[in-house]
């Protein structure tokens, strides 16, 4: 009977012992334990109506962190972290949070619009190569030429670095200088340049030109920003001045942009019809064209693409295609046919998040199918014309010599005209 008894106060003990070791730090402070300490030692005999909502457990996980963690923590640090967690466990590599910086960089490509001193970078072994300096910008104030090679900023090397860390430390607050080191050809000796900064319009259409040899008219749409319709129309009318007979647009590793910029532009070829049609969570929309913008192109049209061809770049090719307006060619899209709306959160950060899925008019899901290992199975917009760039050699983008895409174009084009 002794033993009996002696081994069910050992019991208790352990078990109470068990409880003050796993509730200490909420006695320390002078509480009870919580409600989560409770039912992970009692289970299912406390009430279910105890159970805290999914906001209440974070901001306890939060506070216990801030707390308890053996280093201090920043709450920022915290919530940002939270937030993208929140975000991936959707599945959706689509959905995102995007921190102050994040959200500012992301607004402002949208709008094509940001301080700085108005020239596109391309990487090299040395730094950045200069791809286009913008006919309005500091860059062409200060002198910089297209195919100069920055190595240096602000008397510091950039040999190595990635584009992205070049073009930040290039950007800056407006009205400030920043000073550039710069290779040419030709010139014996680096080359030193000043450009204060300001703000930018940067060109979505750009590389406009009538190919050598031929009466084709050519550009690159980089994105759908705010203004590229302006700057398509632009780009356009200066091409028909010089009596072209046909036109390539140039979608390659164009990642897409704003469906409302898609419309516009889709409206200089057809008006009133379907664009999209989209499957919300709970209804179904459409999106059409708008009327009176439509422009007479009487000539055959391209649409150079490939697979960073995405979003609104798919859809714009993609409507041309169903509608039997311009000849595809290049290799397969990307094939993201979602849409994604960006909400504004407190303290600069945005959320961007899918909203719908889309299909083009004709119902075509252009949807991107992967393996598990994340490998292109099928998806995206197949071309009317394949052909893939020839790397065997170096390319230059633009030029039908080395750019094979490019040259496979002309000649479908060609084709069209002598029909």
Not at 238 to 250: C, P, R, S, V
Not at 297 to 303: G, S
Not at 318 to 346: E, I, M
Not at 386 to 398: E, M, Q, S, W
């Amino acid at each position: 009977m002794k033993t009996a008894f002696r081994f069910v106060v050992f019991m208790v003990s352990v078990f109470a012992l068990f409880v003050f070791g796993f509730s200490w730090r909420d006695l320390q402070r002078g509480a009870l334990p919580s409600g989560s300490t409770v039912r992970s030692l009692f289970g299912s005999a406390v009430s279910d109506q105890d159970a805290t909502s999914p906001s209440e457990e974070f901001e306890q996980a939060f506070n216990r962190i801030k707390t308890d963690y053996y280093k201090t923590v920043e709450s920022d640090k915290l919530t940002y972290a939270g937030m993208e967690g929140l975000m991936a466990s959707l599945g959706d590599p689509h959905t995102m949070f995007l921190e102050p910086k994040q959200a500012q960089e992301f607004s402002s490509e949208t709008r094509a619009n940001f301080v700085g001193v108005g020239a596109r970078l391309s990487p090299d072994p040395l730094g950045a190569k200069v791809m286009a300096v913008f006919d309005e910008g500091p860059a062409r104030t200060a002198g910089m030429k297209n195919g100069d090679i920055i190595t240096g900023v602000n008397g510091k090397s950039v040999v190595g670095r990635t584009i992205n860390d070049i073009v930040s430390q290039i950007r800056g607050e407006e009205g400030t200088t920043v000073t550039l080191q710069i290779l040419r050809n030709g010139s014996s000796k680096p080359i030193t340049l000043s450009a204060k900064r300001a703000r930018v319009v940067t060109p979505t259409v750009w590389d406009t030109k009538v190919l050598p040899g031929t009466k084709i008219g050519y550009f690159i749409v980089q994105s759908f920003s705010e203004p590229t319709a302006e700057q398509f129309d632009t780009e356009v009318a200066a091409l028909e001045k010089q009596n072209i007979k046909g036109l390539i647009i140039d979608l390659r590793d164009n990642p897409g942009g704003l469906l409302e910029t898609d419309r516009d532009m889709l409206s200089r070829f057809f008006e009133d019809k379907v664009v999209v049609k989209m499957k919300l969570r709970t209804e179904e929309d459409t999106a059409r064209t708008f009327s009176g913008t439509k422009h007479n192109f009487n000539y055959p049209i391209a649409v150079l693409m490939n697979e960073e061809t995405a979003s609104a770049a798919e859809i714009f090719a993609g409507c041309l295609q169903d509608y039997q307006l311009a000849t595809l060619v290049g290799t397969h899209s990307y094939g993201k046919a979602s849409v994604q709306n960006v909400s504004n959160l407190v303290g600069g950060a945005s959320a961007k998040i899918t909203i719908a899925r889309y299909f083009l008019p004709s119902g075509r899901d252009i949807g991107r199918k992967v393996d598990e290992d994340g490998q292109y199975i099928k998806g995206g917009l197949d071309p009317d014309v394949k052909a893939t760039l020839n790397t065997d050699k170096t390319v230059t983008i633009g030029d039908p010599a080395s750019d094979s895409q490019l040259a496979k174009a002309i000649e479908v084009v060609q084709k069209k005209i002598g029909s």
